[in-house]
């Protein structure tokens, strides 16, 4: 089968033949009808540290997808072929202390398909049974690729009261926008969003956005602190990992509110705790990955009942043969998600 | 000035022309401009066992308004006159074991005015400054009038997780009603209602009800066991008070699902506790009035973000002198809110 | 191997002797050093309605034990021969709504070892591995034992905030009896008990409760609201399933508390819903069996800490032969548990 | 009467002779039997940054007290005169966000006996009515005088999860160490402190630490680490306020754990909010004085059933007028808490 590798220790990936993965007593090999770049993955074609430290070429890398099943294992006993499914592509240990408590989205031993082992951008892709996701009927193939990273948007939004609260979301890039449109349909009163890009502003209104300000222009905090009488946002939804926005983010936070962060700084934060979280009262909440699986169920039951419109983050799938053309785009900060189509064209 | 008064202990009303209130030094005198006949007012008016035994005539009833401040007391420092406003007509004593630890809603000491003391079906009404709400400017008068038992229907939405849940709401009654919307505007996934009355039943459905059940003349348990893949419904928001539909309500909820319970039963129930409650690992909230004042806070936010269009509710306010007319049509179990204008017509 | 066994569909039970079971690959064999008798048992052992519905004879039951791994099957990775264990006994599908949203204690597939399937009433049961939980060293094995109901207890006591409260544990049985300790333990403050059995009120003040009211001699409500101020106790444990003691609990429970409900009637109950939950604004928490496998997380600290002197509960463990002993001393309302001794003396 | 007063804008305070504060309607005159001096107190004492921007001499300061009800104002109805009493010294406004939804201790307008006006290091203080705590005959004078700083301790702990919790408590000033008192009194298991100076280590333990540990000589990460089976703590109360205290107490924390910060960093703290919050999934609590009032009712529930032990921390209560001295203990780094008796002898 063609797959897209991490061939070597540098910048870049290629297309190469490999066979089709075996699959072990519990495992679904599962034909790869959409898949969609990760910003983890523009780290990984890029080649940075992060990658360097974790990653061990050759490996077929992706984790964002949708596809029918191929074959099951001798001892899968839910999943059917020709089932439509997606993936929680994070392996937990099953036994850590985290695991134990009920957040096994952060193990101690986790294991990630797309960076630990090979991954989904390929023809197929081998995914141990318990971390298979039925696919709803309704759930169309492009949306099912991105399950992932609306994941994080929805674990973000609802890691908290969301319902009648006013919310400003740091960052309009992809999952910042699904954020946006997730806050919405749960009953978010005014949702704000700071974002320097302007087709990303853009995108944020029509993704459902009441304000998108542009803090490079605009006295951001002034403008949300104004516009909640004074008191501040009740819910900050940081998607950027950018400091400023972060420090931004909190001051703009009223006294009793709630943090969730979810945007990768690429260096230490210096925050002005006092003010910021202590004197505040502030709930910060750190956020990874997406609830195993209480998430996949309350993405699927937003998804089912038509509540989330994301139809604007999407553009044509390309073959897998046109990576380059995707990572450049997304690396040219192109707002919302390229979609992989490995075996050929979408319904 | 003219108000309708409950004059003797026994069935019915009538119109009285009684002084302005007197206002205390922390007291606000709104003037009444639309005002609303809740569930409790009925049994006022019908004069039941409950009403005789809490209700002293002769006195002014009613405690669902909206207003202008006309006169303020001496050290009242927020409310202004001319100010367009709402009321928390139960007023909590302060410093019993609920209201020092956040739950005023169930003080120990609890007045209502309308029901303890004299109300708001007249031309004005005084109330304490702590318990007088601003409207935002975006919010109707007759909106205005229901704050109360919208406030009941926020409360019992939103004592649990809401969004991307399935639910039941038994009972398609005016808070049912206001229930239903409330809940898809919070994000809930597939709302059914079960109800009898087969008007209530397609206004549910105007309201965003997902399914309207006959439980008359169809199994709604098996139904909404059908609809939810087996489980039952995430969440069931009780509005009937009736205990065959509290039993159902319990069977239609999936283990580990939560309950809230706002209708009032007339006799004590009998409940299979250990199949409904206990096996099923079942959250069960009893839900009394609004908190105080988070409840308020949350009904502005999203009546202002233009969530809930409560319109279906309404037919044309009455004058206060027509009161007959609005009682009987209520008891004629009509759905909907009947709107009184003490002081004229609306804008 | 020696195991004891319903033969036969009817009252009583039977030691026989029968093929130590074999162990398919992701199952643990354990040499059983210490077995418990459950209230469960003793239902099964009187052949009651539940059970004749239930239990298909022959069958080894029991489900409370602790022992020493003898062998494991050829996946299994984590646990090896020579560990001391204990087991969490009811086995979830992985897949049902409940385990997907992290409430894998009411699945909607549960199997009980003991009850569906033979259990450890025996010199050895089998295990998946997933349910094994390894016992602390410091942990004697008679406490191994009872880790399933004291995980009742635990679950009970820890399902709402129990710091700084004032309890009232309804009903003084074994489970009654170490929420008792555990409520202490925790921070609350005064402990009531009601309890009708001279014996176990006298063991309830040993396990650390502050007052132990004769229901059938004293006005508990008014006992126990006179000491509280009036307002009623903070948190009801009701651990009696007696209809007449639930009743009495919640009107003991103050407005705004929470009652945590692990008794288990044997009839449906008539409850005054409406001045017991509904006005009250009551937290009712259904409970069963334990948090998988936070409670277990929960009782591991507090064993090892310290903090729970179950000593009082325990008598002298029995070899298996002396069964009928067993449950004759439990039939006669002796507090208590029983504990066999499959492999001869305890250490 | 005489007060000891911020006098000048500089370093240091002095005794005065002053009237007897006026009370107002809704005020409560009270004859101060016990005084304690904060970490506050020694900042206004030795006038850094922020006393200058704070405060405006002359001005009588202190904020933790204890004493008894001399006189009432003529709208005040509960407490009488000859009452024991303290006082939440947080005036709030009552109508901010915050206050109507349930958070007054973070009160947008909030006023500080004390700070912004006449304090406790008095023979009398004047507090509105509202703010006045009964005080229950079984708690002494010199536990009454430290009900705010335990406050804080109580909130802090009970900000979530604690039972059967391990626990590191960064830093064993005085708060500190009531945390340790509290967090062992509400059935934490293994609690570990880190705290550089000697003496605190030692009163730690006696406190009831199970393990002190000195970060100037120990790897404290590795330490708490291998002592958690390399998971790390579950909770983290940050009472320090030192930059290097704080970053290594999220270290020691594990994923998905819970730190409440209530120690007052100087400056702004770098974090590296990636491997520290976020990937960790944590939640982090800022802290800001006590609820408002459910920290008041915790706190008397715990001190009544006899649960909290704080003498070590008290020394001999001194005499208003030998402040400097006072002043000078807790400025050289002593632990626990300094006591005046402005009105002679405590019993």
Redesign the interface.
Known sequence: MQALRKVRPERGAAIEEIPVPAIGPHDVLVRVKAASICGTDLHIYGWDRWSASRVHPPMTFGHEFSGVVERVGDEVT?IKVGEKVSAEMHLNC?????C????P????NLKIIGIDRDGCFAEFVTIPE?NVWWLDKSIPEHYGAIMDPLGNA?HTV?SG??????VVVTGSGPIGLMAIAVAK???S??VFTTEVNAGRRSMALRMGA?EAIDPSTTDAVARVRAA????GADVLLEMSGNPAA?KQGFQML???GRAS?????SE???????DS????????????GR?M??T????T??L??G?LNLDPLFGEPLPLSRYAEGFTMLEGGLAGKVIFAPNGVLR
């Open positions: 839910r099953g036994h850590c202390r985290q134990r408590v009920g957040q989205h952060v193990c101690q318990s929805v609802l009261p969301i319902a009648a609260q006013t349909a749960c009953g009163s005014t009441d909640t009488g004074g008191a972060i009223r006294a009793g962060l979810l945007g990768i700084p230490p934060v210096t925050l002005d705790l006092l979280v202590i004197f505040k009262g502030a709930t910060v909440l750190g956020i990874y609830r699986f209480e996949w169920v309350q993405m039951e937003l089912k009942s509540k």
